[in-house]
């Protein structure tokens, strides 16, 4: 085997098939220099699950960077106290028994919305006709946007996600749709202050840190964008990349669909094995050691979550997707991670103060979702010759399409 380069991490073979390459530089070279992102790679579960531990040296600013200009300041680029109050104000809402009483049913009934148009036999295109308008769907409801806003929402989220490349027109264009957006929600917003109600934009504008801080309303616009940019696409493309899984393993499939009680497990050994996100970056506020080889202060440090979760140290036979894997956390995940026991928890949704805050909302989407079709279509197949292709796009894992065919039938038994 060669030894792997800069030039591998930016190969199409690699972008086809990112586990062989990761598996060497976890044996080989824990820590890779990418000359041509200028990142320090690190590959191993326990090396990216410290770095995530330690805010005080691995700052989020490099979100700076990307988010600042378009949609503003937000939590996900902060550090230490500027994060953990912004962070406190908007979590009561946005995870546990809330999220389960006020949302859960209303997540069931846009589920529902989505797949009740759909054919009862034929070609159905689940990303465009369900993934991707589902968790926009669910967050315009959950803020309580009237139906009205679907399409408008779908564009602001396109235009800002194109704006985070930070090239010129686009970047400008994302800048004044998140701008227009937040003089619409500003309406919205002095309704809730005066008469508040059970959603999201009522609980985010009156909510309070511990110490009585409120969000500006210039901040509840801006944290909203990025609901709609962190929560939109990761969550598409963790429903449909969860869908692709199921349709290629299945005797899970087989499994899940006798038993539903069994997609939270499936779901998490999903997340461990596949998931959607592949990087996080952080830099360095102090120089640090990894692997005798000194990093500066200044540098960025690159954490590979997917190579994490496929680390053979930790999850035995990794790329085997095992429904009642001993070696993983397989109900809801924890904010502090690790291992513990011999029982270790995947990183798909980070770890730590940065922990992903829509990570409830996601797994309750996509039971959910994936119980209904399952439910409405006894056999799913893909078409013949057109079987989609899993690719790393950068900083996602995601399918090029999801068509499939479908049928209210069961499938002829062999
Ligand atoms: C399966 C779907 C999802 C995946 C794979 C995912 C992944 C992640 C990851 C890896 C992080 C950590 C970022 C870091 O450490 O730098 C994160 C943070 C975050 N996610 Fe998610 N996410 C998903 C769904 C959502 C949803 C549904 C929402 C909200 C509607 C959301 C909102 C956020 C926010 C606001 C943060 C920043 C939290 C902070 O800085 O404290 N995500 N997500």
Known sequence: ?????????????????????WEQLRHEQPLFYDSIDDRWLLTRYDDVTAVFRDHAVYSAKPYERIFTDVIGPTMVQMDGKDHDVRRSIV???????TLEQNYQPLIDTVVAGLLRPLPATGEVDLIGSVTSPLPLKVVATMLGMPESYDAYLHEVAAEVIAALAGVEPAKSAGRDKHTEFAQQIDALITDRLATPTSDLISGIAHGRSESGEQLSRDEIASFISLLLVAGGETSDRALANFWYVLMTEPEVMAAVRADHSLLGAAFSEFMRRDGVVVYEDRELTAEVQWHGQVIPAGAIVRVALMSANNDETVFANPRTFDLGRADLNLGPEKRAGGIRDGVANHVGFGLGKHFCIGYHLARAEVISATAALLDRYPALAFL???????????????????????????????
Request: hydrophobic share 35%; no cysteine.
């Open 384 to 414: 013949p010759g057109q079987q989609p292709r899993m690719q790393v796009d950068w900083f996602h894992r995601h399918l090029d399409h999801l068509r499939v065919a479908v049928s209210s039938s069961p499938a002829p038994s062999r």
């Open 1 to 21: 085997m060669s030894t792997v380069t800069s030039e591998t991490l930016h190969s199409q073979a690699y972008f086809d098939d990112p586990f062989g390459v």
């Open 91 to 97: 979590a009561p809402v946005m995870v546990g028994r």
